[in-house]
């Protein structure tokens, strides 16, 4: 194996593992932090972890352990470059669906802000073990 | 006959004309200076389109007998957003649309507990186009996006009296998981992607059954994976078993019509989604076959303990709306009952009547939870109190929908000759043909838990002895008659169900046999066939 193909897999690694180490702590952020501005800061950062990965499934076969992520560019615009492009290229299709995914994101963010403003008007605390006037 | 054209063109233009009628309300609100009229004619002629498009298109469907495929811009399916409606989603979606009509009627009775009545109409119409577009569409990611637009218009709503410290309290618990439930959605959806390498619905169903390329186990193992998240999610937002915590604060917390939309249509997206993948997406068939059917056999216990403990609490509430709240995590435990049929493998025609039957428990329950929460909103406004003690006797000074919610009632616990005994029958009947008998006693332990629980609110309301004297408010006439309707609508799909058994069937069909026909129809639609395309796929 070369030595920068060696990187480019152990690199790889290391972000797929970091990302999925992102998603478990950010569920475990927002079930057993008590803070509801802290369990949306972990609600967030689940949603970024799932975008990125979103962004890596766009580069083909990375499933595939012998080939790391390689960024091909069109060159050759006629019609036989764009069919071999559009074989090789990163695939567009996940980068539309993480956009989509981040502005509804934010939308959905705003709003839990805002519920989190209600809240400390009603019960001057934002500590979700105290505001439990519910029963469940 | 209805012509093809025709309900092309009411699918396609539904959800954006719907879109568009929601930005509008708050406009027209100002620009006619008046709160509660403009938007209300509003969210009706919205309701209305709706209700005609989704009959056409359910009179089509089921008359040509074959899916009804929208193309979006015209692009083919893989590479374009596409609508496909069969018998299933045609009948869930005509249901939402029926039921919804009622709904915004009684919010203009309603609509003097509003301050802002604009907004109110505002996040119903976008729980309409938010129901309409899950239930329509024929591209999973696509369920998403639309799966957020409900589910953000459903927080809004919950949270619609935000001077009340509770109501703010449940809309926080609920959107707050329900986040990580439609994010966990797209993370499946991502997976999903990855390992079969579409997200629209029709391919998926095919490749996952065909695909030679899907034999690896690493795929399998990413797309069982993709299937757990999803249920979770799906299920989060049906309220099944362990996912029920948030609807019993958040559904009564919300004005009384919204909580009519929330247990009656919203809980069945999560159930619709639920089928779509299991029976269509990734049947017995398909590279899941086996695990598939494990995940069934614990929806179904799942199921159980739901209706067990939806009727169980029922029991303990004071409180009228939690009491409908709990009823509806029993129902939607029967409903997972019916649906989790799919694991009999090798007794077709019994997963064929269990299905038909949960899609009609799917149906009863709707009409019969709408109706009954928009009956207890009348007692409610009478008395200004939630709870049975101060509700006693109240319904005297409402005989029309007293004798509603007692129809109501009785559906949901299961009397003849209501429709809500004919679905619990046909489940009931499934397990029978498959010769498991312990099914059909659950399920009638489960109804005969619940029916004690019914029991409880009929004698206090209608029966009780009032302990102050409550005045008959004026206007409410034609309220009433609305809730009489919905609820003789209930006896009248009882009555004719014998003539109707072949529009659940085939429902229940499309989902559970026909899944060639759902794929083959979209296929249809990809310009010199799919095998032309796969190499530029993943």
Same mark, same amino acid.
């Not at chain 2, 915004?104 to 976008?126: I, K, N, P, Q, R």
């Not at chain 2, 990413?222 to 999610?233: D, V």
């Not at chain 2, 009638?444 to 008959?472: C, Q, T, W």
């Given at each position: 194996?070369?030595?920068?193909?060696?990187?480019?897999?152990?690199?790889?690694?290391?972000?797929?593992?970091?990302?999925?180490?992102?998603?478990?702590?950010?569920?475990?952020?927002?079930?057993?932090?008590?803070?509801?501005?802290?369990?949306?800061?972990?609600?967030?950062?689940?949603?970024?972890?799932?975008?990125?990965?979103?962004?890596?499934?766009?580069?083909?076969?990375?499933?595939?352990?012998?080939?790391?992520? !390689?960024?091909?560019?069109?060159?050759?615009?006629?019609?036989?470059?764009?069919?071999?492009?559009?074989?090789?290229?990163?695939?567009?299709?996940?980068?539309?669906?993480?956009?989509?995914?981040?502005?509804?994101?934010?939308?959905?963010?705003?709003?839990?802000?805002?519920?989190?403003?209600?809240?400390?008007?009603?019960?001057?605390?934002?500590?979700?073990?105290?505001?439990?006037?519910?029963?469940? | 006959?209805?012509?093809?054209?025709?309900?092309?063109?009411?699918?396609?233009?539904?959800?954006?004309?719907?879109?568009?009628?929601?930005?509008?309300?708050?406009?027209?609100?100002?620009?006619?200076?008046?709160?509660?009229?403009?938007?209300?004619?509003?969210?009706?002629?919205?309701?209305?389109?709706?209700?005609?498009?989704?009959?056409?298109?359910?009179?089509?469907?089921?008359?040509?007998?074959?899916?009804?495929?929208?193309?979006?811009?015209?692009?083919?399916?893989?590479?374009?957003?596409?609508?496909?409606?069969?018998?299933?989603?045609?009948?869930?979606?005509?249901?939402?649309?029926?039921?919804?009509?009622?709904?915004?009627?009684?919010?203009?009775?309603?609509?003097?507990?509003?301050?802002?009545?604009?907004?109110?109409?505002?996040?119903?119409?976008?729980?309409?186009?938010?129901?309409?577009?899950?239930?329509?569409?024929?591209?999973?990611?696509?369920?998403?996006?639309?799966?957020?637009?409900?589910?953000?218009?459903?927080?809004?709503?919950?949270?619609?009296?935000?001077?009340?410290?509770?109501?703010?309290?449940?809309?926080?618990?609920?959107?707050?998981?329900?986040?990580?439930?439609?994010?966990?959605?797209?993370?499946?959806?991502?997976?999903?992607?990855?390992?079969?390498?579409?997200?629209?619905?029709?391919?998926?169903?095919?490749?996952?059954?065909?695909?030679?390329?899907?034999?690896?186990?690493?795929?399998?193992?990413?797309?069982?994976?993709?299937?757990?998240? =999803?249920?979770?999610?799906?299920?989060?937002?049906?309220?099944?078993?362990?996912?029920?915590?948030?609807?019993?604060?958040?559904?009564?917390?919300?004005?009384?019509?919204?909580?009519?939309? #929330? =247990?009656?249509?919203?809980?069945?997206?999560?159930?619709?989604?639920?089928?779509?993948?299991?029976?269509? #997406?990734?049947? =017995?068939?398909?590279?899941?076959?086996?695990?598939?059917?494990?995940?069934?056999?614990?929806?179904?216990?799942?199921?159980?303990?739901?209706?067990?403990?939806?009727?169980?609490?029922?029991?303990?509430?004071?409180?009228?709306?939690?009491?409908?709240?709990?009823?509806?995590? !029993?129902?939607?435990?029967?409903?997972?009952?019916?649906?989790?049929?799919?694991?009999?493998?090798?007794?077709?025609?019994?997963?064929?009547?269990?299905?038909?039957?949960?899609?009609?428990?799917?149906?009863?329950?709707?009409?019969?939870?709408?109706?009954?929460?928009?009956?207890?909103?009348?007692?409610?406004?009478?008395?200004?109190?939630?709870?049975?003690?101060?509700?006693?006797?109240?319904?005297?000074?409402?005989?029309?929908?007293?004798?509603?919610?007692?129809?109501?009632?009785?559906?949901?616990?299961?009397?003849?000759?209501?429709?809500?005994?004919?679905?619990?029958?046909?489940?009931?009947?499934?397990?029978?043909?498959?010769?498991?008998?312990?099914?059909?006693?659950?399920?009638?332990?489960?109804?005969?838990? !619940?029916?004690?629980?019914?029991?409880?609110?009929?004698?206090?309301?209608?029966?009780?002895?009032?302990?102050?004297?409550?005045?008959?408010?004026?206007?409410?006439?034609?309220?009433?008659?609305?809730?009489?309707?919905?609820?003789?609508?209930?006896?009248?799909?009882?009555?004719?169900?014998?003539?109707?058994?072949?529009?659940?069937?085939?429902?229940?069909?499309?989902?559970?046999?026909?899944?060639?026909?759902?794929?083959?129809?979209?296929?249809?639609?990809?310009?010199?066939?799919?095998?032309?395309?796969?190499?530029?796929?993943?």
């Amino acid at each position: 194996m070369e030595p920068t193909e060696f990187l480019n897999l152990y690199l790889l690694s290391v972000t797929i593992a970091s990302l999925l180490a992102n998603v478990a702590i950010s569920l475990y952020g927002v079930f057993y932090k008590p803070h509801y501005t802290k369990k949306i800061i972990a609600v967030s950062i689940l949603s970024d972890s799932a975008n990125t990965i979103a962004i890596f499934i766009g580069f083909r076969r990375w499933l595939s352990p012998s080939q790391p992520p !390689s960024v091909a560019i069109a060159t050759n615009l006629s019609r036989e470059g764009i069919e071999k492009f559009a074989n090789v290229g990163v695939d567009p299709l996940p980068q539309a669906l993480v956009l989509t995914a981040i502005v509804i994101g934010l939308a959905v963010t705003l709003f839990l802000i805002y519920l989190g403003y209600m809240l400390y008007c009603h019960y001057k605390t934002l500590d979700m073990r105290e505001i439990r006037r519910l029963k469940g | 006959m209805v012509p093809e054209t025709l309900a092309l063109n009411l699918l396609g233009p539904l959800t954006p004309t719907l879109i568009i009628l929601v930005f509008l309300t708050p406009l027209f609100a100002k620009v006619f200076r008046s709160d509660r009229k403009a938007p209300f004619i509003l969210a009706l002629l919205g309701v209305l389109y709706s209700v005609v498009a989704s009959t056409i298109v359910f009179l089509y469907v089921y008359q040509s007998g074959k899916p009804l495929v929208y193309l979006y811009g015209g692009w083919p399916p893989h590479f374009g957003i596409v609508y496909e409606v069969d018998a299933f989603n045609a009948l869930l979606a005509m249901l939402t649309s029926w039921v919804m009509l009622p709904i915004v009627l009684y919010s203009y009775w309603y609509s003097h507990h509003f301050d802002e009545a604009s907004w109110y109409y505002t996040l119903l119409l976008g729980l309409l186009t938010g129901l309409l577009g899950v239930i329509y569409t024929g591209d999973a990611f696509n369920l998403f996006v639309m799966l957020e637009v409900l589910s953000i218009s459903a927080y809004g709503l919950v949270a619609y009296h935000r001077e009340r410290a509770e109501a703010v309290e449940a809309a926080a618990k609920y959107a707050l998981i329900g986040l990580v439930a439609t994010t966990m959605y797209f993370f499946a959806l991502i997976l999903i992607y990855a390992g079969i390498g579409s997200v629209n619905m029709a391919l998926l169903a095919m490749l996952s059954r065909f695909s030679q390329t899907l034999n690896d186990p690493g795929v399998r193992y990413l797309t069982l994976l993709a299937l757990a998240l =999803s249920l979770w999610a799906f299920t989060y937002k049906s309220a099944l078993f362990p996912n029920h915590f948030w609807l019993p604060d958040a559904h009564p917390e919300a004005p009384t019509p919204v909580s009519a939309a #929330l =247990s009656g249509l919203v809980v069945n997206v999560g159930i619709y989604a639920t089928a779509r993948f299991l029976y269509t #997406l990734f049947g =017995s068939d398909s590279m899941l076959s086996g695990y598939r059917e494990a995940v069934l056999v614990v929806i179904l216990m799942l199921g159980v303990v739901s209706g067990v403990v939806g009727a169980m609490m029922m029991l303990l509430q004071r409180d009228i709306k939690r009491l409908l709240a709990y009823s509806t995590i !029993s129902h939607v435990g029967i409903a997972y009952i019916g649906l989790s049929a799919g694991f009999l493998t090798g007794y077709e025609e019994a997963v064929k009547i269990a299905v038909a039957g949960a899609i009609t428990h799917v149906v009863a329950h709707s009409i019969a939870k709408a109706l009954l929460f928009m009956s207890s909103g009348v007692f409610i406004d009478a008395t200004g109190s939630r709870d049975l003690d101060d509700l006693q006797g109240v319904g005297r000074q409402y005989p029309l929908t007293s004798i509603s919610m007692i129809i109501g009632f009785l559906s949901l616990a299961g009397f003849i000759p209501l429709i809500g005994f004919y679905s619990k029958l046909l489940i009931a009947y499934g397990y029978f043909v498959a010769g498991l008998a312990i099914i059909p006693v659950l399920i009638i332990v489960i109804s005969a838990i !619940s029916l004690l629980g019914y029991m409880k609110a009929i004698v206090a309301i209608v029966f009780g002895v009032p302990r102050k004297s409550v005045e008959r408010k004026m206007g409410i006439g034609w309220v009433e008659v609305t809730l009489f309707l919905m609820a003789l609508s209930l006896i009248v799909l009882g009555i004719l169900f014998y003539y109707l058994t072949p529009i659940f069937e085939k429902a229940s069909l499309d989902l559970v046999k026909n899944v060639g026909t759902y794929v083959n129809e979209a296929l249809n639609y990809i310009p010199g066939g799919l095998s032309k395309w796969l190499p530029y796929m993943r």
